[in-house]
T-cell receptor, first 114, second 116 residues
Framework: EAQVTQNPRYLITVTGKKLTVTCSQN?????MSWYRQDPGLGLRQIYY???????DKGDVPEGYKVSRKEKRNFPLILESPSPNQTSLYFCASSRKDRGFTEAFFGQGTRLTVV | AQKVTQAQTEISVVEKEDVTLDCVYE???????LFWYKQPPSGELVFLIRRNSFDEQNEISGRYSWNFQKSTSSFNFTITASQVVDSAVYFCALSEANNAGNMLTFGGGTRLMVKP
């Protein structure tokens, strides 16, 4: 089954404690992204990757890091989480295509930073 | 810069009513893509439809229909004979063909509540 898998689904952590949210896709997609969802703001892109070792900032990259060492994996790293990073996070993947194809989203990770 | 506005933050209807969710977008690109996603209470994002800027044909899929009008920069979504299972948050999104990484710009979402 084609899917994007995020882990963990729920996470409560304390301010300043480094954490990683993993994301893996099995569709051999070139493009992967991270979004955060906040009430009234919809989803906003944090970082994206166009292929292995190619990453770039989205709209709200401050406080986040990513890496793309393998095509299927795109982890999101919070080196020193703060309460304003409490949010619902989604990983997405899509094909590189002449016409843009729809993004497939993971199930989401609800992060609370206290 | 691209922008998507969903002016209706919450809509409440009674089952079997028709309901239209509005979406207005802004872009300077001539080639772009529009999307609707559904987010049920379980939280996942479910893809509903994609439209490219050159295809203004309206689309119908069962009880769902979409009206794309470039003249008014709108991409509205209508649910006919709504059901309780339609209760969800609905997001409209835009992607410009020239943007790197296939970034989607989302509207703020419309929460639809369908009461029995």
């Amino acid at each position: 089954e084609a899917q994007v898998t995020q882990n963990p689904r729920y996470l409560i952590t304390v301010t300043g404690k480094k954490l990683t949210v993993t994301c893996s896709q099995n569709m051999n997609h070139e493009y992967m992204s991270w979004y955060r969802q906040d009430p009234g703001l919809g989803l906003r892109q944090i970082y994206y990757s166009m292929n292995v070792e190619v990453t770039d900032k989205g709209d709200v990259p401050e406080g986040y890091k990513v890496s793309r060492k393998e095509k299927r994996n795109f982890p999101l790293i919070l080196e020193s989480p703060s309460p304003n990073q409490t949010s619902l996070y989604f990983c997405a993947s899509s094909r590189k295509d002449r016409g843009f194809t729809e993004a497939f989203f993971g199930q989401g990770t609800r992060l609370t930073v206290v | 810069a691209q922008k998507v506005t969903q002016a209706q933050t919450e809509i409440s209807v009674v089952e079997k009513e028709d309901v239209t969710l509005d979406c207005v977008y802004e872009t300077r690109d001539t080639t772009y893509y529009l999307f609707w996603y559904k987010q049920p209470p379980s939280g996942e994002l479910v893809f509903l439809i994609r439209r490219n800027s050159f295809d203004e044909q309206n689309e119908i899929s069962g009880r769902y229909s979409w009206n794309f009008q470039k003249s008014t920069s709108s991409f509205n979504f209508t649910i006919t004979a709504s059901q309780v299972v339609d209760s969800a948050v609905y997001f409209c999104a835009l992607s410009e063909a020239n943007n790197a990484g296939n970034m989607l710009t989302f509207g703020g979402g419309t929460r639809l509540m369908v009461k029995p």
